[in-house]
């Protein structure tokens, strides 16, 4: 224990080393715990040809880093904006065929990480696959294949492999050992499968608190490479049991993303800042402790 290292870093530092072509995986679902203030540094660090692994139900994270230009290919499920409507950037990446889209269902992102974290060749999935469009546009992920025991058919899938993870929290120790206050996110399977796990967390706490409630820890600090203390993390998503979502702040992106204009956003919240300085200044007074829960 005395002789354990503290992982506790700046927001450069976590992402020094994340260089072009790099295989990025964001947890969260929709609005709910995404790591924006990761994301908004690898915005900054002006990166290229990314390729990223969204959970089954993302959408801003992605959309931004698409309008940064730094995206080359997208595993995709779904991306959208949930109550605002579709990914804006997405949506014209795709249609211009201006970055690769490997199209996936939910299953077949979940269990391409849990092969990865297994360490397994491939999974196995009933044929059901075989009543969608998914083997026929994307052939290279869905394979046929003759169960050995039964002699049906089956589908195969490979496994999915991030280069990088990036997951937010509500609270951790310097060590890693980190807590949601919502639901959890896949946060667990996703680490196993990535290279490299960076976290950010609301709160940096003693690991006396952590292991007051052990049952409680959602990620053990053994699966961190990087821990970033970053309030307002998610923000203008939403951190559950902590503070809801900006509609406003929401809806003034969504309107700039559909206009084609997210370089403006970019301009006015995320660049030429040191960390999250500029976003924070912007905010109107009042706004963040107004979403705040507790």
Same mark, same amino acid.
């Given at each position: *224990?005395?002789?354990? %290292?503290? %992982? /506790?870093?700046?927001? %450069?530092?976590? /992402?020094?080393?994340?260089?072009?072509?790099?295989?990025?995986? #964001?947890? +969260?679902?929709?609005?709910?715990?995404?790591?924006?203030?990761?994301?908004?540094?690898?915005?900054?660090?002006?990166?290229?040809?990314?390729?990223?692994?969204?959970?089954?139900?993302? +959408? /801003?994270?992605? =959309? *931004?880093?698409?309008?940064?230009? !730094?995206?080359?290919?997208? $595993?995709?499920? @779904?991306? +959208?904006?949930?109550?605002?409507?579709?990914?804006?950037?997405?949506?014209?990446?795709?249609?211009? %065929?201006?970055?690769?889209?490997?199209?996936?269902?939910?299953?077949?992102?979940? $269990?391409?990480?849990?092969?990865?974290?297994?360490?397994?060749?491939?999974?196995?999935?009933?044929?059901?696959?075989?009543?969608?469009?998914?083997?026929?546009?994307?052939?290279?992920? &869905?394979?046929?294949?003759?169960?050995?025991?039964?002699?049906?058919?089956?589908?195969?899938?490979?496994?999915?492999?991030?280069?990088?993870?990036?997951?937010?929290?509500?609270?951790?120790?310097? @060590?890693?050992?980190?807590?949601? #206050?919502?639901?959890?996110?896949?946060?667990?399977?996703?680490?196993?499968? !990535?290279?490299?796990?960076?976290?950010?967390?609301?709160?940096?706490?003693?690991? =006396?608190?952590?292991?007051?409630?052990?049952?409680?820890?959602?990620?053990?600090?053994?699966?961190?490479?990087?821990?970033? $203390? #970053?309030?307002?993390?998610?923000?203008?998503?939403?951190?559950?049991?902590?503070? #809801?979502?900006?509609?406003?702040?929401?809806?003034?992106? @969504?309107?700039?993303?559909?206009?084609?204009?997210?370089?403006?956003?970019? =301009?006015? &919240?995320?660049? +030429?800042? =040191?960390?999250?300085?500029?976003?924070?200044?912007?905010?109107?007074?009042?706004?963040?402790?107004?979403?705040?829960?507790?």
């Amino acid at each position: *224990m005395a002789n354990r %290292k503290s %992982k /506790l870093c700046s927001l %450069k530092e976590a /992402l020094d080393g994340i260089g072009d072509g790099a295989k990025i995986m #964001a947890a +969260g679902a929709h609005f709910n715990n995404i790591p924006m203030a990761l994301v908004r540094e690898l915005v900054r660090k002006r990166v290229r040809g990314l390729e990223l692994i969204p959970t089954p139900s993302a +959408g /801003l994270w992605v =959309d *931004m880093l698409i309008a940064a230009g !730094s995206v080359s290919t997208v $595993h995709v499920s @779904y991306i +959208g904006m949930e109550f605002l409507g579709l990914a804006p950037n997405f949506r014209r990446a795709a249609e211009s %065929k201006s970055i690769a889209i490997d199209e996936r269902d939910e299953p077949t992102i979940f $269990h391409g990480l849990r092969a990865t974290g297994a360490g397994l060749p491939f999974v196995v999935l009933p044929p059901i696959h075989k009543m969608t469009d998914l083997p026929s546009v994307n052939p290279k992920v &869905y394979k046929e294949i003759q169960d050995p025991f039964t002699g049906e058919t089956a589908i195969a899938i490979p496994p999915l492999s991030p280069d990088v993870a990036l997951i937010h929290f509500a609270k951790c120790d310097e @060590y890693g050992n980190a807590v949601s #206050a919502g639901g959890r996110h896949m946060e667990d399977i996703i680490a196993k499968a !990535s290279k490299r796990v960076i976290i950010s967390a609301e709160q940096i706490v003693t690991t =006396d608190e952590i292991s007051a409630t052990p049952t409680q820890t959602t990620l053990p600090g053994v699966m961190v490479d990087a821990v970033v $203390h #970053a309030p307002y993390g998610c923000y203008p998503g939403t951190c559950p049991g902590l503070y #809801a979502y900006d509609r406003t702040h929401l809806e003034e992106y @969504y309107e700039l993303a559909r206009k084609n204009r997210t370089q403006a956003y970019l =301009d006015k &919240y995320v660049y +030429g800042s =040191d960390g999250d300085a500029a976003l924070l200044a912007a905010i109107p007074e009042g706004r963040l402790e107004s979403l705040r829960i507790v």
